[in-house]
């Protein structure tokens, strides 16, 4: 089993990106806390964020038995700078675009409601100056960008996650007026007919601040039948962690579905979907929570995550992992090497 990348502080949530060569991790940081488990996830009390970078992966292997040397540029951003954030700054992601860096982090405001930030920089690592109000027409968790290759650079923010994150609140509607506080607490849609609740999508603006137009649904199809995967499919719903990457042409939502462990992808023509349910990435790990990113570094391809080997099974003292992962010839992703 590979060693932790970062072992001197907890991390989890990794958003790993390749900028000028070089990979930068964007994680959350798990700290000690006496509050105890529960489904709304509130043992999960980060306060900031640190940027980690590396200059290779070139000699390691998910064999390994040393990690790569990673550098910690220290804290980037604390809940204390940001004017309208109570408490909880979860998993993050990062982007860059026309030359500016751009962090985006989900947290609670002072309504305890979730809602998603973005601050700016000239420097992958920072330091990131926050916007005062939460990004317009944002909610929930797990914000991923995605720059696309196009020739304008589109851009797009995923996110949405349930229990916790409150996404199962969002039902009337896509906008934080929707919000139905009767939906808090580990709930979400169930029985006969029931379609599962769907991770969200907006294109951002060209100041990667704002929406650029409505927060859409993003819909995960059911191979087998070309409708929408229902809720009680509790091995292929979305619950959290969304991810975007292209390989080939081809558009992969990756995801976590939550309460039964996996990290599940799926495939689609296009970055707002729909997509078509693929496969699982990731089997379960050690801890409750699965989380990751995808990326190409070194002409290899990557998958961070994280799990609680390091904290011996402690469930909100998560440490970053990677191994490599690959394609066989039809563009399906697996951890083992197909054969040639």
């Not at 390994?64 to 109570?86: F, I, N």
């Not at 930030?117 to 995605?146: K, L």
């Amino acid at each position: 089993m590979a060693p932790p990348l970062i072992t001197h502080l907890y991390t989890a949530d990794p958003s790993a990106h390749v900028f000028d060569g070089k990979l930068y991790i964007y994680p959350s940081h798990d700290r000690e806390t006496d509050i105890q488990f529960n489904d709304n996830g509130d043992q999960y009390d980060m306060v900031d964020y640190h940027v980690f970078s590396l200059d290779s992966l070139e000699s390691y292997t998910s064999d390994s038995s040393e990690p790569p040397k990673v550098t910690d540029h220290g804290v980037v951003l604390s809940a204390e700078q940001v004017p309208w954030v109570s408490r909880q700054l979860w998993a993050p992601d990062a982007a860059r675009r026309k030359g500016k860096y751009y962090l985006y982090f989900p947290a609670r405001d002072t309504d305890s409601v979730f809602r998603i930030g973005v601050a700016a920089g000239d420097s992958p690592v920072g330091p990131f100056v926050p916007e005062p109000e939460p990004i317009p027409g944002s909610f929930s968790i797990d914000p991923a960008s995605f720059v696309d290759d196009d020739a304008d650079e589109s851009a797009y923010l995923y996110f949405g996650g349930l229990w916790g994150g409150q996404l199962q609140c969002y039902q009337s509607g896509n906008t934080p007026e929707d919000f139905d506080e009767s939906w808090l607490g580990p709930k979400e849609p169930s029985g006969p007919g029931a379609k599962a609740l769907t991770p969200k999508v907006a294109k951002l603006s060209d100041d990667m601040r704002t929406f650029e137009g409505p927060v859409r649904d993003l819909v995960i199809l059911a191979p087998e039948t070309g409708e929408p995967i229902e809720a009680d499919d509790h091995d292929r719903r979305f619950f959290e962690a969304a991810w975007m990457h292209k390989y080939r042409g081809r558009y992969y939502f990756s995801y976590s579905t939550g309460d039964t462990h996996y990290l599940a992808y799926a495939t689609g023509d296009g970055p707002l979907g729909p997509f078509t349910y693929a496969g699982r990435l990731l089997e379960p790990v050690l801890g409750w929570t699965t989380h990751h990113s995808v990326v190409e570094f070194g002409g290899r391809w990557w998958l961070f995550h994280h799990d609680c080997e390091l904290s011996d099974g402690v469930n909100h003292l998560r440490s970053v992992k990677v191994k490599e992962i690959f394609y066989d010839g039809e563009g399906r992703m697996t951890t083992e090497k197909p054969a040639e």
